[in-house]
Protein backbone atom coordinates (compact mmCIF):
# COMPACT_ATOMS: atom_id res chain seq x y z
CA UNK A 1 0.00 0.00 0.00
CA UNK A 2 1.06 3.82 -0.63
CA UNK A 3 -0.48 6.76 0.48
CA UNK A 4 -0.22 9.58 -2.15
CA UNK A 5 -0.95 13.31 -1.52
CA UNK A 6 -0.92 15.93 -4.29
CA UNK A 7 0.36 19.90 -4.29
CA UNK A 8 1.03 22.79 -6.08
CA UNK A 9 -1.90 23.21 -7.65
CA UNK A 10 -4.14 26.86 -7.88
CA UNK A 11 -5.67 29.53 -9.95
CA UNK A 12 -3.37 30.62 -12.72
CA UNK A 13 -3.80 32.84 -16.10
CA UNK A 14 -4.11 31.25 -19.84
CA UNK A 15 -0.29 30.72 -21.19
CA UNK A 16 1.08 30.33 -17.00
CA UNK A 17 2.62 27.25 -15.82
CA UNK A 18 2.14 24.96 -12.65
CA UNK A 19 3.91 21.99 -11.10
CA UNK A 20 1.95 19.43 -9.61
CA UNK A 21 3.93 17.19 -6.95
CA UNK A 22 2.94 13.79 -6.00
CA UNK A 23 4.23 12.67 -2.08
CA UNK A 24 3.88 9.46 -1.16
CA UNK A 25 4.66 7.26 2.16
CA UNK A 26 3.66 3.99 3.97
CA UNK A 27 5.14 2.06 0.52
CA UNK A 28 8.14 1.62 -1.68
CA UNK A 29 7.11 4.22 -4.41
CA UNK A 30 9.60 2.40 -6.85
CA UNK A 31 7.19 -0.43 -6.94
CA UNK A 32 4.77 1.29 -8.27
CA UNK A 33 3.95 3.24 -11.71
CA UNK A 34 2.32 6.87 -11.48
CA UNK A 35 0.00 8.24 -13.24
CA UNK A 36 -1.97 11.83 -13.26
CA UNK A 37 -5.50 12.21 -14.56
CA UNK A 38 -8.23 14.90 -14.38
CA UNK A 39 -11.07 15.31 -13.16
CA UNK A 40 -13.28 17.64 -15.32
CA UNK A 41 -16.67 19.45 -14.88
CA UNK A 42 -18.46 16.14 -16.12
CA UNK A 43 -17.06 14.21 -13.20
CA UNK A 44 -15.01 11.84 -15.71
CA UNK A 45 -11.15 10.94 -14.94
CA UNK A 46 -9.40 11.41 -17.62
CA UNK A 47 -6.12 10.20 -18.18
CA UNK A 48 -3.54 12.86 -18.34
CA UNK A 49 0.43 11.24 -18.36
CA UNK A 50 2.10 8.17 -17.21
CA UNK A 51 5.34 7.03 -15.70
CA UNK A 52 6.85 3.96 -15.20
CA UNK A 53 8.38 2.70 -12.09
CA UNK A 54 12.27 3.54 -13.32
CA UNK A 55 10.89 6.54 -15.07
CA UNK A 56 12.00 4.87 -18.28
CA UNK A 57 8.84 5.49 -19.92
CA UNK A 58 6.19 7.93 -20.23
CA UNK A 59 2.82 8.43 -21.89
CA UNK A 60 0.69 10.99 -22.39
CA UNK A 61 -2.67 12.24 -23.59
CA UNK A 62 -2.65 14.20 -27.41
CA UNK A 63 -4.14 17.53 -25.88
CA UNK A 64 -0.99 17.99 -23.29
CA UNK A 65 1.91 16.25 -25.67
CA UNK A 66 4.38 19.01 -25.83
CA UNK A 67 2.87 21.19 -22.73
CA UNK A 68 3.32 18.43 -19.91
CA UNK A 69 6.09 16.63 -18.38
CA UNK A 70 6.01 14.07 -16.10
CA UNK A 71 8.74 12.71 -13.64
CA UNK A 72 9.62 11.31 -10.83
CA UNK A 73 12.27 11.07 -7.90
CA UNK A 74 12.20 7.59 -6.36
CA UNK A 75 14.94 8.78 -3.66
CA UNK A 76 12.82 11.52 -2.61
CA UNK A 77 9.32 9.61 -3.09
CA UNK A 78 7.72 12.22 -5.07
CA UNK A 79 6.24 12.01 -8.35
CA UNK A 80 5.36 15.57 -10.60
CA UNK A 81 3.55 16.83 -13.66
CA UNK A 82 5.46 20.07 -14.86
CA UNK A 83 2.46 21.88 -16.86
CA UNK A 84 3.22 24.83 -19.66
CA UNK A 85 1.19 26.78 -21.93
CA UNK A 86 -2.44 25.68 -19.71
CA UNK A 87 -5.31 26.86 -21.16
CA UNK A 88 -8.85 27.00 -19.77
CA UNK A 89 -9.30 23.33 -21.13
CA UNK A 90 -6.96 21.86 -18.65
CA UNK A 91 -9.55 23.03 -15.35
CA UNK A 92 -10.19 20.41 -13.31
CA UNK A 93 -9.26 18.12 -10.49
CA UNK A 94 -6.17 16.25 -10.83
CA UNK A 95 -5.62 13.00 -8.85
CA UNK A 96 -2.13 11.35 -8.37
CA UNK A 97 -2.48 7.12 -8.88
CA UNK A 98 -0.20 4.57 -8.38
CA UNK A 99 -0.49 0.66 -9.30
CA UNK A 100 1.97 -1.84 -9.92
CA UNK A 101 -0.58 -4.63 -11.80
CA UNK A 102 -0.07 -3.09 -15.22
CA UNK A 103 2.64 -0.77 -17.06
CA UNK A 104 2.14 2.71 -18.14
CA UNK A 105 -1.67 2.03 -18.01
CA UNK A 106 -4.24 4.72 -19.22
CA UNK A 107 -6.95 3.78 -17.42
CA UNK A 108 -8.19 4.53 -13.98
CA UNK A 109 -9.32 1.09 -13.01
CA UNK A 110 -5.35 0.18 -13.41
CA UNK A 111 -4.56 2.19 -10.79
CA UNK A 112 -5.10 0.78 -7.12
CA UNK A 113 -4.09 3.79 -4.82
CA UNK A 114 -5.19 7.99 -5.22
CA UNK A 115 -4.46 10.88 -3.79
CA UNK A 116 -7.14 13.46 -2.49
CA UNK A 117 -7.05 15.70 -5.50
CA UNK A 118 -6.28 19.36 -6.26
CA UNK A 119 -7.58 21.75 -7.91
CA UNK A 120 -6.39 23.53 -10.66
CA UNK A 121 -8.42 26.72 -12.53
CA UNK A 122 -6.88 28.27 -15.61
CA UNK A 123 -8.76 31.57 -16.65
CA UNK A 124 -9.05 33.11 -19.98
Known amino acids: QVLLVESGGGLVQAGDSLRLSCAAS????????VAWFRRDPGEVRRFVATITRTGSTTSYTDSVKGRFTISRDNAKNTAFLQMNSLNSEDTGVYFCAAGNRYSAGTYAWQYDYWGPGIQVTVSS
Open 26 to 33: AGIFSDYD
